[in-house]
């Protein structure tokens, strides 16, 4: 696969940094364009909301107020329900007094309503309908006035049949069934078709049913206040009830009130945006932006009414405040692109000489240090002084690591270069194999060679890191005369236990080719002790210094193994744990059990057969025989 060289990535993203700017600059303005004109929506929404919502909390406030004042003079006795007079001068006054309310009636419990009417001219109906039998229609008379200043004047009195029978009414059942005042949503009332929200309430006097008061406001009420509302223009604005039919809206389309979105025509965009917003969106508030295919985004939200779960939709396309603007965004990728393209070519030919060169350098020298190939790391002077610190640090940071490595095993200095490994204190418990190795005779050999005695000693210590790490071993530490090394981590391996036998068994025969150490000590040239289990492994120590080891019992339990080899004069002894792990029973002797410091229990422990016995026929102490010519070295034994 074709890689590109450092110069090549350099120079491109530069040129592209470059020829980005436009597109950048562009994306800037036009976010913090939509994001204005998302502020200005959303404060035109909730004015339009506020306005709405006080309108109508006023309008219900003096509804339920009117309605009080006439349940509460029937209530008293002030005024009789049946005194005509009293009566219509208590309902005029009222309907003139509150501009608002549209209907103050009463009905009867044997079915009579009366009533005082504001028609949409401006003029007051005093409507009566009196009683008939079942089925047959009822008396009506209608007395029209014109209101003038601080008074009325009659007009007309009409005389018919109506059908309007209010004890069907929902406004009055409602009320009479109710100890409280009720609301409802009505289409029909005394004067026929009028879409009205009714507020009922029941007049008992001494103890019996006297009938309902009725205070009612037109819907028509409701979209004269929507229109009234400062809206942008093109922007509309509808109430919907809790099933969505459309109760009010700010401007009707062609002089309609529609109780339905879909009662609109199809040419009103800004309606059938609003609808598919509400559609999608359900019942809850919102605030989203549905597209147009003749006016582009429009912004629609929803918000809740303080009256029988109504709702109150804005539509505002985006056009309206975003048009100027848009132009004007057009306009600026234009100029940018010039001046990005004389500053792309100035910056093509600096980068290449100033920095992707150079970097192609240090890349080199990077990998170098990733490889712990830390001699080829040279300093390579460059013009940039950054980048010239960066080579000289680079250089003198090489030579600490290989000081650095030789105190710390390299599988672990590698991932702390690396980063995968954070150096605080902590760590993981983990299933490894320790050993600890250790030469027989030093104490003795230290007392008589005193500062002589370093080059045996290096000569053990190195034989044994030779065999841990050829087996995969990580070197944990040096403790005197001895070596403690472990399995498993920090690197994952299956098979560690056989890993860590086979490393002993190589120290043990490497020991064997050199001269003894020390006089008395020929036969056992090394002590080895191994045990496999769960331990502790990570970053041990304080804030300030850590060391990377193995602790726990199992750690523990393999140093003491060490004493119980030369308790029974062998050269390596293995914990049961281990020799299960290792599956290598055929290779080994059980010493039985020995009791260890710190154990409670005694515990089984097995030596590995040297190479002589492994050769011999004869039982091993586990009762498996060995002979013939097809026996494999004891080394060979623990290979996976």
């Given amino acids: 696969m074709y890689r590109p060289k450092l110069a090549q990535v350099v120079v491109l993203l530069l040129l592209l940094a470059v020829l980005s700017t436009a597109a950048l600059i562009h994306l800037i303005w ?65 309907l003139r007094e509150q501009s608002a309310i549209t209907w103050i009636g009463f009905g009867f419990p044997d079915g009579r309503f009366f009533g005082s009417h504001a028609t949409a001219d401006g003029r007051i109906e005093m409507v009566e309908i009196g009683v008939a039998e079942p089925g047959e229609l009822r008396q009506l008379r209608r007395d029209r006035y014109r209101p003038i200043p601080g008074d009325i004047f009659f007009e007309q009195r009409i005389k018919a049949e109506s059908a309007y029978v209010a004890l069907g009414a929902p406004w009055y059942r409602l009320g009479r069934d109710g100890g409280d005042p009720v609301w409802t949503v009505t289409n029909v009332l005394p004067n026929g078709f009028e879409p009205s929200i009714v507020l009922s309430t029941r007049v008992d006097m001494f ?62 965009a800004v309606t059938a945006a609003a609808a598919e917003a509400v559609a999608l969106n359900g019942g809850a508030a919102f605030r989203a932006v549905t597209q147009s295919a003749a006016l582009g985004p429009v912004f629609v939200s929803s918000s809740r009414l303080p009256f029988e779960r109504w709702r109150l939709i804005t539509a505002t396309p985006r056009s309206t405040f975003a048009s100027g603007i848009d132009e004007n965004i057009r306009r600026i990728p234009i100029a940018v692109l010039a001046i990005a393209g004389l500053a792309a070519t100035t910056a093509v030919v600096f980068a290449n000489l100033l920095f992707a060169r ?23 002077p460059t013009f940039l002084a950054e ?68 080059p045996h000693l290096t000569r053990f210590l190195t034989t044994a890191v030779a065999a841990i790490h050829a087996e995969g071993g990580t070197v944990d530490k040096f403790i005197g005369d001895a070596v403690m090394a472990i399995w498993n981590a920090p690197g994952r391996q299956a098979d560690h236990a056989a890993r860590a036998c086979r490393a002993a068994t190589a120290i043990r025969d490497a020991m064997h080719t050199e001269p003894p150490v020390s006089v008395g000590h020929g036969e056992v040239r090394v002590r080895i002790g191994i045990n496999s289990g769960t331990a502790l492994i990570g970053n041990i120590g304080s804030a300030e210094r850590l060391s990377y080891t193995a602790i726990g019992d199992t750690v523990n339990l393999a140093s003491r193994l060490v004493g119980v080899a030369k308790e029974h004069g062998v050269e390596i002894v293995l914990s049961d744990a281990t020799v299960q792990a290792s599956d290598a029973f055929a290779h080994t002797t059980s010493l039985g059990l020995a009791t260890v410091r710190g154990k409670a229990e005694p515990v089984a422990v097995y030596t590995i057969d040297p190479p002589d016995v492994a050769f011999q026929g004869g039982d091993n102490g586990n009762g498996t025989y060995h002979g013939d010519d097809d026996c494999l070295l004891t080394a060979q034994a623990f290979r996976c």
Wanted: net charge negative; aromatic share 6%.
């Fill in 207 to 268: 103890g019996k049913f006297a009938g309902v008061v009725m205070v009612a406001v037109s819907l028509r009420r409701l979209s004269q206040a929507l229109k009234a509302v400062n809206m942008p223009v093109g922007s509309k604005a509808f109430v919907l009830d809790e099933h969505g039919r459309v109760l009010a809206n700010s401007q009707p389309s062609d002089g309609v009130m529609a109780a339905h979105f879909s009662d609109f025509p199809e040419s009103d």
């Fill in 387 to 454: 980048l010239n610190d960066f080579s000289d640090a680079l250089k003198r940071m090489s030579i600490g690591l290989s000081a650095f490595a030789r105190y710390m095993p390299l599988d672990v200095v590698r991932p702390l270069v690396e980063g995968s490994i954070e150096p605080k204190p902590g760590g993981e418990l983990c299933d490894i194999t320790v050993m600890f190795a250790d030469l027989p005779g030093f104490t003795e050999l230290t007392e008589r060679l005193g500062p002589a005695v370093e």
């Fill in 30 to 94: 036009q976010r913090a364009a939509s994001e204005n004109i998302d502020e200005v929506v959303a404060s035109l929404d909730t004015q339009t909301a506020g306005s709405v919502r006080n309108d109508l909390t006023s309008t219900l406030a003096l509804v339920s107020s009117t309605a009080e004042i006439v349940r509460s003079i029937f209530f008293q006795g002030a005024i009789s329900a049946g005194d005509e007079v009293k009566r219509e001068f208590l309902f005029l006054s009222l």
């Fill in 358 to 380: 150079p970097l192609a350098r240090l890349a080199v020298q990077l990998r170098a240090v990733e490889h712990f190939s830390l001699e080829s790391v040279r300093h390579h």
